[in-house]
């Protein structure tokens, strides 16, 4: 593995997330793996769980990790080619990366897209221009389409509850749901979650969204998908439960229908399914107070599992050195 921007980085899934699984089991088996090697981690965007996580996962592999919250604190970077830097931005990635790339072995970034400019956010420039000048392994933790960490966590997750239930006859179902929200949010976790399950190849998988939510069909293909909720919760193993705005005209909110919001009630045509939400979350409007707190729920084991992907994906990085 020399990054990790998206599923395309892993070459077997399977065994990434029995990697994951195998460091959930014993946590610091590998502590001298990362001995005195480094990870930055740049956020130029909010975060907790994945900050948090990324950081214990580090700390697991015996790595010192830097937090440098670069959206807030640090010169505000610019990323277009041959800028003429007379605006606001001080220092370009081209002179801040290279440097990054001194200071540590491994760089993890956090970057939202704009919701703006589609083409902008959809070609990952400012990832893109960190893999490009920093000359060491990046780590996305989260750009402006994909949240990979997410999306292996998520597998991670499913594959754990599988093995502890009785097998269902068949591949289990997979749902995908959209959800209303207050603000306009980005694609990423829809995108990648998309990516990852069409990859894993293991599920039977439904996206269901309300009309004019389409996601980018580089992301969804191999998924059957529907506007029509009920149908795609019928037998359902597993619902995902995801928030996102307009794709096509680009990041806008159109319908958000309270009815779209995930309850008991809804669930009963499922097989019981597992509720899954990559958190945060907003109660009464994404999900139901009786779901998130019901044992339905996998949020908190997901958000859980995020150590173990982080950790394994780090493991790789450093074993690919
Ligand atoms: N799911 C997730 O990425 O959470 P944070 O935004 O808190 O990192």
């Given at each position: 593995?020399?990054?990790?921007?998206?599923?395309?980085?892993?070459k077997?899934?399977?065994?990434?997330?029995?990697?994951?699984?195998?460091?959930k089991?014993?946590?610091?088996?590998?502590?001298?793996?990362?001995?005195?090697?480094?990870?930055?981690?740049?956020?130029?965007?909010?975060?907790?769980?994945t900050?948090?996580?990324?950081?214990?996962?580090?700390?697991?592999?015996?790595?010192?990790a830097v937090?440098?919250?670069?959206?807030?604190?640090?010169?505000?970077?610019?990323?277009?080619?041959?800028?003429?830097?007379?605006?606001?931005?001080?220092?370009?990635?081209?002179?801040?990366?290279?440097i990054m790339?001194?200071y540590f072995?491994?760089?993890c970034?956090?970057?939202?897209?704009?919701?703006?400019?589609?083409d902008?956010?959809?070609?990952?420039?400012y990832?893109n221009?960190?893999?490009?000048?920093?000359?060491i392994?990046?780590?996305?933790?989260?750009?402006a389409?994909?949240?990979?960490?997410q999306?292996?966590?998520?597998?991670?997750?499913?594959?754990?509850?599988?093995s502890?239930?009785?097998?269902?006859?068949?591949?289990?179902?997979?749902?995908?749901?959209?959800a209303?929200?207050?603000?306009?949010?980005p694609q990423?976790v829809?995108?990648?979650?998309a990516?990852?399950?069409?990859?894993?190849g293991?599920?039977?998988?439904?996206?269901?969204?309300?009309e004019?939510?389409?996601?980018?069909?580089?992301?969804?293909?191999?998924?059957?998908?529907?506007?029509?909720q009920e149908?795609?919760?019928?037998d359902?193993?597993?619902?995902y439960?995801?928030?996102?705005?307009?794709?096509?005209?680009?990041g806008?909110?159109?319908?958000?229908?309270?009815?779209?919001?995930?309850?008991?009630?809804?669930?009963?045509?499922?097989?019981?399914?597992?509720?899954?939400?990559?958190?945060?979350?907003?109660?009464?409007v994404?999900?139901?107070d009786?779901?998130?707190?019901?044992?339905?729920?996998?949020?908190?084991?997901?958000?859980?599992?995020?150590?173990?992907?982080?950790?394994?994906v780090l493991?790789?990085?450093?074993?690919?050195?």
């Amino acid at each position: 593995m020399k990054n990790f921007v998206s599923v395309k980085d892993v070459k077997d899934i399977n065994a990434l997330v029995q990697e994951a699984l195998a460091y959930k089991a014993d946590p610091y088996k590998d502590i001298n793996l990362g001995t005195r090697r480094r990870i930055g981690m740049l956020f130029l965007n909010p975060s907790m769980r994945t900050r948090l996580s990324t950081q214990v996962a580090a700390q697991q592999l015996g790595m010192e990790a830097v937090v440098f919250n670069v959206g807030s604190e640090g010169w505000a970077l610019e990323f277009e080619e041959e800028a003429i830097m007379s605006g606001n931005t001080v220092e370009h990635v081209k002179d801040a990366a290279p440097i990054m790339g001194k200071y540590f072995d491994i760089l993890c970034i956090r970057t939202f897209p704009s919701l703006k400019n589609r083409d902008d956010d959809y070609s990952e420039l400012y990832i893109n221009q960190f893999i490009k000048y920093a000359g060491i392994p990046v780590v996305s933790l989260e750009s402006a389409t994909l949240h990979p960490l997410q999306s292996l966590t998520d597998i991670i997750t499913m594959t754990e509850v599988l093995s502890q239930s009785p097998k269902p006859q068949g591949k289990p179902k997979v749902v995908l749901t959209w959800a209303p929200h207050v603000k306009p949010l980005p694609q990423c976790v829809a995108n990648s979650f998309a990516q990852w399950v069409n990859a894993w190849g293991q599920a039977e998988f439904v996206i269901a969204h309300p009309e004019d939510y389409e996601l980018d069909t580089q992301f969804t293909q191999g998924a059957t998908i529907t506007h029509d909720q009920e149908e795609a919760l019928r037998d359902a193993d597993f619902v995902y439960v995801k928030n996102w705005s307009t794709f096509h005209d680009y990041g806008k909110i159109y319908c958000n229908d309270p009815s779209w919001m995930l309850t008991n009630e809804k669930l009963r045509v499922s097989r019981n399914a597992k509720v899954m939400h990559c958190l945060p979350v907003r109660r009464n409007v994404e999900l139901s107070d009786e779901i998130l707190d019901s044992t339905n729920s996998l949020v908190t084991t997901q958000a859980g599992n995020r150590v173990w992907a982080a950790q394994a994906v780090l493991a790789n990085l450093l074993r690919s050195k």
